[in-house]
């Protein structure tokens, strides 16, 4: 066995190394690919509300305060679960109406409790908010966040 690798062989470890792992990323890929679009979140669960919600989100950067499924800032509570912490799964009415009345009572005022900013959304933008965390709440996380605080 040579005492030291030659030219040829660490070029086909090189190339042989690349192809390999290409392949593997490649595989990964398409593998969360369709597990994205069987499992966790089916497309046509997307209506045009949970669209619309997403904007109205979007526009008043709800992010720069809340994490949503783990991304965001730490300032204010998780909301990826808020609708079930509300008991929408039970009785998506009552989710939706602790949503719009905690919108529209929105700063609280009270001492010594981080405040929320009141936005002024319409009914309408607080329905559409509504349908998209009810959407964001059934992505399959696979058990994330692993508590079910805010
Ligand atoms: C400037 C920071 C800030 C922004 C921006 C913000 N929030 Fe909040 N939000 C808060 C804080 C702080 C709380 C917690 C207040 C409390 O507990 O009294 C909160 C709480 C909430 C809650 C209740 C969460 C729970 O678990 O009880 C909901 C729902 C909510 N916000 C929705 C929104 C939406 C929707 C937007 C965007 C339209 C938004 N927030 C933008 C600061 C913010």
């Known amino acids: ?3 030291r690798l030659t030219r040829a062989a660490t070029r086909n470890i090189f190339y042989g190394g690349s192809a390999f792992f290409l392949v593997v990323f490649l595989a990964l890929t398409l593998q969360t ?3 994205m679009t069987a499992h966790s979140a089916p497309a046509t669960q997307i209506s045009e509300g949970v669209a619309r919600g997403k904007r109205v ?3 008043n950067a709800c992010i720069d305060c809340h994490t949503l499924l783990g991304e965001g800032a730490y300032f204010a509570p998780e909301l990826g679960n808020v609708w079930k912490r509300w008991g929408g799964d039970a009785d998506p009415e009552v989710a939706r109406a602790a949503l719009a009345a905690w919108m529209a009572s929105q700063p609280s005022g009270v001492p010594g409790r ?3 900013p009141q936005f002024h959304l ?3 933008e607080v329905r559409d908010l509504a349908d998209f965390l009810e959407f964001v709440s059934k992505i399959d996380t696979q058990g994330w ?3 079910t605080a805010g």
């Open 1 to 3: 066995m040579p005492e």
């Open 122 to 124: 319409t009914e309408q």
């Open 145 to 147: 966040p692993p508590n």
């Open 33 to 35: 690919h369709f597990y």
């Open 57 to 59: 989100w979007e526009r």
């Open 114 to 116: 981080r405040q929320m």
